[in-house]
């Protein structure tokens, strides 16, 4: 990979190009047509992937057949970063939306690396975790916005909205201009005017919702 393919990736931040090219010369490349999985929820985490070119979406699973996407990832990004750090099972399944091309480095290769070349290891593992705080600062703003969606349902006390677009359980929706909106919730969505929710009827029509225009949530 030439200075300017490596530009883009954090990884690689004050590595000189003598060990990013150990670090690469350890790596496998596979390239993937869209569909295709890189790692299932619940596997073993014994590599981390470089995402060349294309993308990788993160998904995790709510319940029997039905994901939420986590996160769209480009190129530059580092995927499975969390498992390779602690050797956990893999939290959420990552899949490619269009041909990737992806470079993956096993635990086995890096220890080998980290053993000849503990500095290299002490600056990749740094590297590593600060790409890993950074997506945790917007995972706890995403939370702060799930639990702003918060509010009084009748027989659920105070009711978070999130939870009900996972669950998909049927409620009744009261406008502030007196409809009624039966169905279900699907997912929330933020935008400059604001907050909005995607509503499925009885009829299974799709509907946007003003978050504001909410008076009450009822539970089916």
């Not at 596997?43 to 998904?59: A, F, H, M, Q, Y």
């Not at 709510?62 to 939420?68: F, K, L, Q, T, V």
């Not at 498992?83 to 490619?96: E, P």
């Not at 939870?163 to 009261?174: C, D, T, Y």
Request: glycine fraction near 8%; charge should be negative; proline fraction near 3%.
């Amino acid at each position: 990979m030439t200075h300017n393919e490596l530009s883009g990736f954090r990884l690689f931040d004050t590595i000189s190009q003598t060990d990013i090219d150990i670090l690469l010369g350890a790596c496998e490349e596979r390239i993937l047509m869209s569909g295709e999985t890189l790692f299932n929820e619940g596997d073993i985490s014994d590599s981390i992937w470089l995402l060349k070119s294309g993308r990788v979406d993160i998904c995790k699973n709510i319940r029997a057949s039905i994901d939420r996407t986590l996160a769209s990832l480009g190129p530059g990004e580092v995927i499975g970063e969390m498992g390779f750090i602690d050797q956990s099972l893999r939290s959420a399944s990552a899949l490619t939306t269009e041909p990737s091309v992806l470079l993956v480095l096993s635990r086995t290769a890096f220890m080998a690396i980290g053993q000849e070349r503990p500095a290299l290891a002490a600056v990749f593992y740094r590297n590593l975790s600060l790409i890993l705080a950074e997506r945790l600062r917007t995972t706890i703003e995403l939370y702060r916005d799930s639990v702003a969606f918060s509010i009084e349902a009748t027989g659920a006390g105070r009711l978070n909205l999130l939870a009900l677009s996972e669950e998909l359980k049927p409620v009744s929706i009261l406008l502030s201009s007196g409809t009624v909106v039966a169905g279900h919730i699907l997912q929330m969505d933020q935008s400059p005017a604001g907050y909005t929710i995607v509503v499925k009827d009885k009829h299974r029509k799709l509907g946007i919702i003003p978050y504001q225009a909410i008076q009450q949530i009822t539970l089916e």
